[in-house]
T-cell receptor, first 112, second 112 residues
């Protein structure tokens, strides 16, 4: 079962409020990723967990936090949402070194 | 760093005509190239991948040949079907890990 699930599918947030997005996978993959996708732009890697080690991309380091309480779950946390955070957020998982990523259907975040 | 260019943002075809979606890349290391397809409201899924120069992987009627001399990995299909309507992403992995760098995507619409 190659399943990555994201909850919720749609989320509305207010400017200045925190946002927490959830992702789960059932494939026992050691690596989980979060990508941000804005209209007419390429999906952009925000961060990834390899096992328990969090790696955040340099240009978004201060904007996003994440936690991985166990192998199956990974969250993406925004401490104070701004309008610029409105986007589709895609979670993915893989076994490090196998190159193929398995994606969830995404959470569409709208910040008002 | 790695980069991927997909020159067409939108492609509209009539059913039965050939499909060609362009992808060129820049990568520091020996790259893996990927095509992902995302149908409406679904997760992006792997369509094809290649590491070997001048080999032509095929899946679901689609094929793509990695040409390292021209840094290209164009996606082709001989005859478009209505069900091929989707968003197609070309992506590169630099073999230094499982992080993918995506192109901006090409939205293919196939009409009767």
């Amino acid at each position: 079962d190659t399943t990555v699930k994201q909850n919720p599918r749609y989320k509305l947030a207010r400017v200045g409020k925190p946002v927490n997005l959830i992702c789960s996978q059932t494939m026992n993959h050691d690596t989980m990723y979060w990508y941000q996708k804005k209209p007419n732009q390429a999906p952009k890697l925000l961060l990834f967990y390899y096992d328990k080690i969090l790696n955040r991309e340099a240009d978004t380091f201060e904007k996003f936090q994440s936690s991985r309480p166990n192998n199956s779950f990974c969250s993406l946390y925004i401490g104070s949402a701004g309008l610029e955070y409105s986007a589709m957020y895609l979670c993915a998982s893989s076994s490090w070194g196998e190159n193929t990523l398995y994606f969830g259907a995404g959470t569409r975040l709208s910040v008002l | 760093g790695d980069s991927v260019t997909q020159t067409e943002g939108l492609v509209t075809l009539t059913e039965g005509l050939p499909v060609m979606l362009n992808c060129t890349y820049q990568s520091t290391y020996s790259p893996f190239l990927f095509w992902y397809v995302q149908h409406l409201n679904e997760a992006p899924k792997l369509l094809l991948k290649s590491f070997t120069d001048n080999k032509r992987p095929e899946h679901q009627g689609f094929h793509a040949t990695l040409h390292k001399s021209s840094s290209s990995f164009h996606l082709q299909k001989s005859s478009a079907q209505l069900s091929d309507s989707a968003l197609y992403y070309c992506a590169v992995n630099n073999n230094a890990g499982a992080k993918l760098t995506f192109g901006g995507g090409t939205r293919l619409t196939v009409r009767p």
